[in-house]
């Protein structure tokens, strides 16, 4: 048994291979649903209709994670890390297999949300975890290892996902997972002890209503506008004005709270706002890809889903590659310079796939995703692992849980307005089935991608040099 004592006093006896190894596999119950469902979307949507719909099977899931995600964390830093990520995972079965057994798209958009629920424990409690047993130094290496789930994730996901779309089987992307999380969950209980905190805590529940309903009026307003209702409307005006003012009283309740779902405190520290915002950045990026581009491919050439879904797997299997180089990196130059890299060739990337929009091809999208990835990887490791080592233990489930937090938000909010400008150039064109209208759609969502890796480069700009040590 190794034991692993970090400089708060807090000791984790465990035995850290098969944990990083049901880490890794927590971690790929999140990487496999990502990218099996966008190669399947079509297929669903063939199905159950709704193709203007379609989004909200990202967005419900990507708003369910990011709202719970500070709650997790806020429980992960007073009774936990072990109860917590196993309940994320419970939580995960159960949405997969309602969403296996959904008959319409309402259903399947609603038992997303249990998925979401599940999935904003598992993702920032395994890198929480990670950065509990590891050292700085020693995540370099892990950091690889836990990278190379995606790499895992990029054949397996698209390759099942178009598949079961070709077989006219896409309830089984689902069922999969069922056997990963019960793998997980097992290997966890057996192998994982922590010598955690205890003390009362006490949850913010108004700021999460707040947060939710703030959220859900933005995202509802965006992806609905021009669709379901005019932009200038009494139903936009309702939810845009009630999200904002939810927001605000949100930002008002969490100023005032003992135990807060965002401590806007540790936001002020310059180091854990630009990583905050890069993480935001990165999830609004990361979507803008993964959910349009099959739709695109498909839609414009008619290629088969197990093609599309293989050419934006190219993206995951740069972004391990990228940060197992990242790991070493940052340890001779600098979180900083390793970070603002990463964020200039995923900028060049995007910045790439906008301008070959009008013409599409596979192998144009599968080199320039592979090209994103690479300079995701490059960022998306270092800023997290500078984020975490600022910190001791007992901010650092609150830490990695903002970092999840703002990329689950970022990829929310992102989906949602990259959904409403594909939908409002959809309306205008000839229809969803018109290949091109699809790539007109395609071609625009894609230049809000470019401009969000600009604005992500950016706030890396504004990164402090030194990160200081927390313990």
């Given at each position: ?87 994320g995972i419970g939580l995960f079965l159960v949405g997969s297999v309602l969403c296996g057994f959904a008959g319409s798209m309402l259903w399947l958009i609603l ?55 070709q077989l006219e089987a896409w309830r089984w992307i689902f069922f999969v997972n069922i056997p990963l999380c019960a793998l997980a969950a097992w290997m966890l ?283």
């Amino acid at each position: 048994m190794t034991t692993s004592v970090d400089r708060s006093g807090i000791g984790l006896r465990s035995e850290r291979g098969p944990v990083l190894g049901a880490l890794m596999l927590s971690i790929g119950l999140i990487a496999i649903d990502a990218t099996i469902l966008a190669t399947a979307v079509p297929s669903i949507v063939r199905d159950l209709g709704g193709y203007q719909q379609f989004p909200w099977l990202f967005s419900v899931y990507l708003l369910a994670q990011a709202v719970s995600v500070p709650i997790y964390s806020r429980f992960a830093d007073t009774i936990g890390r072990k109860p917590v990520i196993l309940l994320g995972i419970g939580l995960f079965l159960v949405g997969s297999v309602l969403c296996g057994f959904a008959g319409s798209m309402l259903w399947l958009i609603l038992f997303r949300i249990v998925q979401g629920l599940g999935a904003g424990a598992v993702a920032p409690m395994s890198m929480t975890i990670v950065g509990d047993i590891y050292t700085v130094a020693e995540r370099a290496k892990v950091q690889g290892y836990t990278a190379s789930v995606w790499a895992m994730a990029s054949v397996v996901g698209p390759a099942l996902g178009g598949v079961f779309a070709q077989l006219e089987a896409w309830r089984w992307i689902f069922f999969v997972n069922i056997p990963l999380c019960a793998l997980a969950a097992w290997m966890l209980l057996k192998h994982y002890k922590e010598q955690k905190q205890t003390r009362r805590h006490r949850i913010d529940f108004s700021g999460a209503v707040l947060l939710t309903v703030g959220l859900t009026g933005i995202i509802l307003g965006l992806l609905e506008g021009d669709s379901a209702w005019a932009w200038i409307s009494v139903p936009s005006a309702i939810c845009f004005g009630g999200g904002a003012l939810a927001l605000i009283a949100f930002g008002i309740v969490e100023r005032h709270t003992a135990e807060p779902i965002i401590d806007f405190a540790l936001i002020t520290r310059r180091l854990i706002l630009t990583t905050t915002l890069t993480s935001f950045g990165i999830g609004a990026l990361l979507i803008g890809v993964t959910s349009f581009a099959p739709a695109y491919l498909e839609g414009s050439l008619g290629i088969i889903p197990l093609l599309s879904g293989l050419a934006v797997a190219a993206l995951t299997v740069g972004w391990p590659i990228a940060a197992g180089l990242a790991g070493r990196m940052y340890l001779r130059i600098g979180f900083r310079r390793t970070s603002m890299i990463g964020a200039a060739i995923a900028t060049v990337g995007a910045t790439g796939l906008a301008l070959t929009g009008p013409w599409p091809s596979p192998f144009t999208v599968a080199g320039i995703a592979f090209i994103l990835g690479f300079g995701l990887g490059w960022t998306s490791a270092p800023t997290l692992v500078a984020a975490q080592a600022s910190v001791g233990w007992g901010e650092r489930g609150v830490v990695t849980g903002m970092n999840a937090f703002a990329r689950s938000a970022g990829s929310a909010v992102g989906v949602a307005i990259l959904g409403a400008i594909s939908n409002a150039v959809i309306a205008q064109g000839a229809g969803p089935h018109d290949p091109a209208t699809i790539i007109a759609a395609s071609t625009w969502v894609f230049v809000g991608a470019s401009i969000t890796a600009v604005l992500t480069l950016v706030a890396l700009l504004f990164m402090p040099r030194d990160v200081p040590d927390g313990g």
